[in-house]
């Protein structure tokens, strides 16, 4: 055997070993994010022993609970001196949370079911990849279904009004090769002739599959700020986006009446407005001109958060370089079709969390409304509910349930927002 021949080759390798223990799962987890230095590790064991405090003080709260009982002072009778809530009054008064306490209890089922259908209207619009594109159908007509469910009366208002809305759309189609402002303009005409028309007909068809009418004023609870939160986040995006583009544009006269809307509304508290809409606006109307008090909310609601929102795509808009706009021109695109293919998928994208921000925003600020006597779920539990001598004195129990509803909510709609930046994510890091 020469001195250069090796002993021994291995013939196979050996298989891999497990990392160590303290790299892996949640030991790795904790030693990274809790204990990676002095520092985060004082704060770690600060933050946990305040945690164990506030948990060892709310427990007895909460396991101590009454969720029967007539009234605080039978609850307070069964506590028998004992730390506990009175959630009691969550069973009594629930229906009055949700739905308010003068909308009919036999008809809870239908703006039950407006809500359920609303989940499936927007499923299409928010996984727009993952389901069929004709799911989008039932979105565009859930409006008026939904109107025709909670407010009830003949189908045929509801009916009229999508006719309105598919001529006005229709009308636009045919006149955007000309001016896409022109456009916008005429589909507007053209669906406030066919509502006029609509009008005058259904006078005399008041009784055409009708459910039992329900004025507004009889609505309340949370079911008021769920309302106001959907629509109001619905139709101040595409107002915010017309707001953001006039803003940009250059035609002065345009420009200057964006720019003068957004700065006056941004510039007034919403309070102000909402009292606007609950007082100063019916000066403005013709006399006995009856104009619902939510829909003046609703437009007041809507023209607030459209001015903020169109501060958030104008940002957006402004952060996109200037090679995107000169792309746009090289491949011959107008001004419609560039916004539409080019500019404003990137702005929105762009302008994703702004967005959020202000639809959370204007969410709770619907609480608002119960300064104008809109019993929503915070007028009705400053109202009727710590009114009454039954549950004079509940305070925790009932602001909490208002702050879990609100929570739920808005956290559901961050935390979407956040996938949603996850799967437009295409730069490679």
């Not at 709310?58 to 609970?65: D, E, H, I, R, T």
Request: charged share 10%.
């Amino acid at each position: 055997m020469s001195r250069n021949t090796p002993a021994f080759v291995r013939s196979r390798m050996l298989p891999e070993s497990p990392p160590p223990v303290a790299d892996t799962g949640a030991i790795r987890w904790l030693r990274e994010n809790l204990f990676s230095s002095v520092g985060n590790t004082i704060l770690t064991l600060v933050s946990a022993y305040v945690v164990v405090r506030i948990l060892f003080w709310a427990a007895p709260w909460f396991f101590n609970g009454i969720w029967d009982s007539p009234s605080l002072s039978a609850c307070r009778e069964m506590l028998d001196g004992r730390t506990g809530a009175c959630f009691a009054v969550l069973t009594e008064r629930w229906n009055q949370l949700l739905y308010g306490f003068k909308y009919p209890s036999e008809l809870y089922w239908r703006p039950t079911l407006a809500f359920v259908l609303l989940f499936v209207a927007i499923a299409p619009v928010l996984f727009i990849k993952y389901l069929p594109r004709q799911m989008l159908v039932f979105t565009g007509l859930y409006p008026f279904i939904a109107y025709w469910l909670i407010w009830g009366g003949s189908v045929t208002v509801p009916v009229f009004a999508l006719v309105g809305v598919l001529a006005g759309a229709v009308v636009y189609r045919r006149v955007l090769t000309v001016s896409a402002g022109v456009a916008v303009l005429a589909g507007i005409i053209a669906a406030m002739v066919v509502w006029w028309a609509a009008g005058r007909v259904t006078a005399s068809m008041e009784g055409v599959f009708a459910l039992e009418p329900v004025a507004s004023r009889d609505m309340g609870g949370f079911m008021i700020n769920l309302m106001l939160g959907v629509i109001c986040v619905s139709l101040s995006l595409p107002f915010g986006i017309l707001l953001a583009l006039g803003r940009r544009s250059s035609m002065p006269i345009i420009k200057w009446i964006c720019v003068m809307f957004i700065e006056f509304i941004r510039g007034v508290p919403l309070i102000t407005l909402l009292f606007v809409a609950n007082v100063v606006l019916a000066y403005f109307l013709p006399p006995g001109t009856n104009f619902d008090l939510i829909l003046r909310v609703i437009i007041m609601i809507t023209m607030f958060a459209s001015a903020y929102i169109a501060e958030v795509i104008r940002g957006g808009l402004a952060a996109l370089p200037r090679g995107q706009y000169e792309a746009a021109d090289s491949l011959g695109l107008d001004y419609a079709q560039a916004m539409q293919f080019v500019i404003l998928p990137q702005a929105l994208k762009i302008s994703i969390p702004g967005i959020v921000n202000v639809a959370v925003g204007l969410f709770k600020d619907t609480t608002l409304v119960s300064i104008i006597s809109i019993f929503d779920i915070v007028g009705m539990i400053r109202g009727p509910i710590l009114a009454s001598t039954e549950w004079n004195g509940v305070y925790w129990e009932l602001y909490g349930f208002a702050a879990l509803l609100f929570f739920i909510t808005c956290y559901g709609i961050s935390q979407y927002s956040q996938w949603l930046e996850r799967q437009l994510q295409t730069d490679h890091r």
